[in-house]
DNA sequence: TCCCTTGTCATACCGACGGTATGATCGCCA
DNA sequence: TGGCGATCATACCGTCGGTATGACAAGGGA
């Protein structure tokens, strides 16, 4: 399940900062709270951390580390297509969001506790730049033109992101689920017919 | 500019309000410092509202009611096409979330402060209204289906979300804010391109 | 005119929290 | 063995969110 070294003192406070703040928020979980969890108190928090958000960015940096785990395992690799490849990175991203730590700490407190510079410094390295990646072929493939990948990747982003948001909240989230796969395939899906079409028009 | 009204002390504090949570953020912009900013006490404050947070709510809305008049103003009336509207009300969105108060309240600190679900709440009436409308054209046209109206809608305003925060930390500014609405234009003239055909294509 | 009510706000205060300073304990190494 | 660095507990401070209470003015009825 993770590595089975020694699961230090500083392990233990990231763990239960992590489980806090994803139940009850960033602001409504105390430190003394985390280290008491942890069978320690405040004295060890700062002395690992230099304050609260340093905790809450390790904690972070925890929850995207299996989410990039999680998300890259199966899609790197296979990419028969780039829409197959993004539709199925997008799944996998839900999947991934579908955890709550996720949710709470990479989407809803992040940006606010971080800064939102310092929260896409966190989300580019994975699921911005498996985006990227896939719209990457297409600018190889003379679909798009190379100097949006990034702006372009930020955008779609977003809209997985406020997908994984809208599942969150709904009464059914099963049926959301589908509702949201559903749309991001019918967005994607058009995108790519759509600049598919507008590269054949410009070179018959 | 506003409405001509007394400007009673509830107004002075949402003011004041308004402009030190844009500027230093919610967490730390203390409620002494809101209320000597209007000239008044903290008792001023916990009598017009019931906490911090209704506070913050209160600033929201009025952030919200400047970028509902702002958007609503120039894209309901005309709108000769889809492509037109969504992509002029995208451009009004990016102009309206230039204000830092904006970009602060209702994109960083919103979902946090506010609780996603009442985040949702706030923005449905307005900006994701606005998409959802030009949407809805697109499934009268049988280009789309209805059933996803409002969720691709939501996909789609977390797109602009992101692209107006892209804006934000750019280097350089209007760039930027010239790549993410090329980028805009892109995905939504490739999306328009591509549901339009598909349906061609299922009825030639 | 007087009093009583209501709305509005200032003042004083409390508990909790983030952060710091300091001391205790343990392992390690010369 | 003695000192040294790493690790953590304890005690403490300033600040902040929130509450309780009183002051003060405006109005209205007798």
Redesign the interface.
């Known amino acids: 399940m993770m590595s089975t070294a020694p699961l230090t003192n500083r392990d233990r406070l990231v763990f239960q900062a992590r489980r806090l703040f994803a139940e009850n928020?960033?602001?409504a979980v105390s430190v003394d709270e985390v280290a008491a969890a942890a069978g320690l108190t405040k004295g060890a928090v700062y002395y690992q951390f230099k304050d609260k958000t340093d905790l809450f960015r390790a904690a972070c940096d925890a929850v995207m580390m299996d989410v990039a785990r999680y998300v890259d395992l199966s899609t790197m690799a296979e990419s028969p297509h780039p829409l197959q490849e993004i539709v199925v990175g997008g799944g996998k991203m839900f999947d991934a969001y579908e955890a709550a730590d996720a949710r709470r700490l990479l989407?809803?407190?992040g940006?606010?506790?971080l800064g939102?510079?310092q929260w896409?410094a966190l989300q580019e390295p994975v699921c911005i730049g498996l985006i990227a990646h896939a719209m990457g072929h297409l600018a190889e493939a003379g679909l798009?033109d190379d100097?949006?990948v990034p702006?372009?990747s930020?955008?779609?982003?977003?809209?997985?992101?406020?997908?994984a948001?809208?599942i969150?909240?709904a009464a059914d989230p099963q049926a959301a689920s589908l509702?949201?796969r559903?749309?991001?395939l019918?967005?994607i899906?058009?995108?790519?017919?759509?600049?598919t079409?507008?590269a054949q028009d410009r070179q018959p």
Chains 1, 2 share one sequence.
């Open positions: 928020g960033y602001a989407l809803i407190d940006p606010a506790v939102f510079e896409i798009l100097a949006i702006t372009l930020h955008l779609v982003f977003g809209a997985f992101v406020q997908g948001l809208r969150a909240i509702e949201v559903a749309a991001t019918t967005l899906r058009g995108f790519l017919a759509g600049v079409q507008e």
